[in-house]
């Protein structure tokens, strides 16, 4: 088939999924938005490059919608409604037709998803790996946002979904580990669809605007980001393991191979949201999340004192890592 | 120099440049802006990559200016204001702790001179080239800007600036044409230093919004661009050759070898405004271009029926060009 030019492959590919009035099909430079009055814009740029944060070969549809998912999971961190996005693609020497139909099929499944049309951005050309720059544009109705330095010791922590399923699922798609041939096929397929699709909580924004002290998304690590929220906010936390939320297929596996709860709680990739709630709101948050279906499970508390959240274990014990967080840098 | 973290390297380098309180000196997953009431925003995002779009060697302060102003340059197309900017920054495993301060530098010194805070991005390593990836994000006041599709037949075609500087620099940074080493050392260096600089015509903003009724920015060659703006606008145009405001630099420099005429109107890297302007708008149009200091010339008009730009040799015949627009894809 043969390559198509620039404007060719935005008209083709990308200008479908340019469903806002202001965005003008993708024929202009720049896109116009006008927000509804007395809301506020909430603003967030993350990036992907093959064989950092994805496989080369992992199927197109699912580089596309991890893509917008990590940058819609801070988004409902913040408590806000998507409103549009913009997108950089450098695609590599040997890009192929066929994977850019599957990269513009799941953005665009994702876009109707999660009503997010796409407002810009460029395609473009480079020498080295494919690199997806994502940046996303939501709203809120005021001023305000939960930030990482609200928390108050005596907060309690939520946390939606379930802990640990993208760590464990990059580990099935490495495929070298002797537990990934041990559990289910239904749990591996779990972790890996997990891996590879994370899914924001968009519909649990409303309840962290209107209850949480603080609130982020979890994307490099559970023990880590309480770290960095607690650190923002000036004080420490208390993280019960016990009361972590697994998925069946993450049970399945820590089962077989004990040390990977330290992996689960430790490894990224999960895109939940982590919230710390006044014990006062805590009734309401979780009613406002359960209305919207969201499962969200309290698994601790803010404490005094800054340091780093202490990790009890069933027995009463402290659990100690080697590393709390996960890095790509 | 030991390698920071990627939090610390964001606390030295960048976190100085988050100026705007929504940012929260980039301790934050996302930021919160506000914008003005009444105002709409606009949004675009271009990438740059390096040895694609500018040379690995390059002054590190000039690649993060240039990666700023190419965006700024679509704001003041579409008449709008600057109010902050993301950038994600792909660092290729060679990284050295000085460039990022060199492009650190380059990025406060032009976020002071545009008055354009970091709101937020992404660092991130990739085994390939450097990658930077910015949107921009202004605002208008009311909820319209000038589109490509606005001209009509009789409008003027004004352009900012100079045309060709750019295009000619790369040629000069280049440095294996023979003119290079036979025009004066300061033409050489303004065209080189256009190259690596654009300057985004920011100050033209007002002039354009109040009176274009079509403007893009000029940054694939003048006359691709204004093919793309009159077939946007289903019309065509006429365009005096002799009216394109050259640079005495590329005067020089066409001096010596006439053909460069053609590189430089069709060459790219001018980041200047082509705006279509009524009659009846044209003198107020060019009567606040000049209170703002920014040179604007008429180089032609839109005409009736589709069709490509038809360039007007000073004796009367049509010069025809082998292409009309540089593409980097």
Do not use: C
């Amino acid at each position: 088939m043969p390559r198509p030019s620039e404007d060719d492959l935005i008209a083709r590919f990308f200008a479908p999924l340019a469903t806002y009035p202001g965005a003008v099909g993708l024929t202009e430079d720049a896109a116009l938005i006008s927000p509804p009055p007395g809301t506020s814009l909430v603003v967030t740029a993350d990036a992907l490059v093959a064989s950092v944060h994805f496989f080369p070969d992992d199927p197109p549809d699912d580089i596309a919608r991890k893509a917008l998912r990590v940058n819609l999971s801070d988004l409902a961190a913040k408590g806000a409604k998507p409103r549009g996005y913009l997108r950089s693609l450098a695609l590599p020497e040997d890009w192929q037709v066929e994977w850019l139909e599957g990269f513009s099929r799941g953005l665009a499944a994702d876009g109707e998803a999660y009503r997010i049309p796409l407002l810009g951005g460029d395609t473009l050309r480079t020498p080295g790996p494919l690199t997806i720059a994502v940046t996303a544009i939501g709203t809120v109705p005021g001023a305000a946002i939960p930030r990482r330095n609200g928390a108050r010791p005596g907060d309690l922590l939520f946390v939606s979904g379930t802990i640990g399923d993208g760590a464990l699922g990059l580990i099935v798609r490495l495929g070298r580990a002797a537990w990934t041939g041990r559990i289910t096929t239904e749990s591996a397929a779990h972790l890996l669809r997990r891996y590879r699709r994370p899914e924001p909580r968009l519909a649990l924004a409303p309840a962290v605007l209107a209850h949480a002290s603080a609130a982020m998304d979890v994307s490099d690590g559970l023990v880590g980001d309480i770290a960095k929220l607690v650190r923002a906010s000036g004080a420490g936390a208390e993280v019960a393991i016990q009361d972590i939320p697994l998925s069946s297929a993450a049970r399945d596996a820590v089962a077989i191979e004990p040390s990977l709860l330290d992996r689960a709680i430790t490894g990224g990739d999960d895109y939940e949201v982590v919230a710390a709630v006044s014990p006062a709101e805590a009734q309401a948050f979780e009613a406002m999340a359960a209305a919207e279906g969201v499962a969200v499970t309290r698994i601790g508390m803010v404490t005094a004192g800054e340091g780093p959240p202490r990790l009890i274990m069933r027995d009463g014990g402290i659990l100690r890592l080697e590393r709390g967080s996960f890095s790509h840098f």
